[in-house]
């Protein structure tokens, strides 16, 4: 807020893109549950089929949970038969981790489900403003990302 108390377009625009994020990870939530799979569950699968033999350290950065949360959900995944972790360790002493066929077909599942929520979010907009939110929140995250 300004010192008058008024709220400034970038503020608005913070706070809207921090509550569509929070609507979106909730219907994803939705979608992914009757799967048996948790929005960050699905985001460690999705980046395990781009990133095969990842490290949970890796992982963790990639979606953003802690070390200690990416070793708890790869076990739970592990146990579900969704993926499989080397049995020789790499640098660090870590183990590199791959989707395994099941994993694949739950991951497909999965992303078909979050795509349909992704349609509806994006339902209401043409293709050109489609392309032009994508460049323009593209444009914010870069910004942000250079000052730090």
Do not use: I
């Not at 089929?49 to 592990?78: D, H, I, K, W, Y």
């Not at 989707?99 to 339902?123: I, K």
């Amino acid at each position: 807020m300004t010192s008058g108390g008024l709220v400034t377009p970038a503020e608005r625009l913070g706070r809207l893109v921090k509550e569509t994020q929070a609507v979106l990870h909730q219907r994803m939530d939705e979608a992914l549950r009757p799967l048996g799979l948790s929005v960050a569950q699905y985001a460690c699968l999705q980046t395990l089929s781009a990133s095969p033999g990842a490290t949970g350290s890796e992982l963790a950065r990639q979606v953003f949970v802690s070390r200690q949360a990416m070793n708890v959900m790869l076990q739970g995944l592990e146990r579900h038969g969704l993926l499989e972790r080397s049995e020789v360790p790499g640098p660090r002493r870590e183990r590199g981790t791959d989707l395994t066929a099941r994993g694949r077909v739950a991951l497909g599942d999965a992303a078909a489900a979050v795509r349909a929520v992704a349609v509806g979010m994006t339902g209401d907009l043409d293709a050109d403003e489609t392309e032009r939110l994508l460049a323009l929140l593209g444009r914010c995250r870069d910004a942000l990302a250079g000052g730090s």
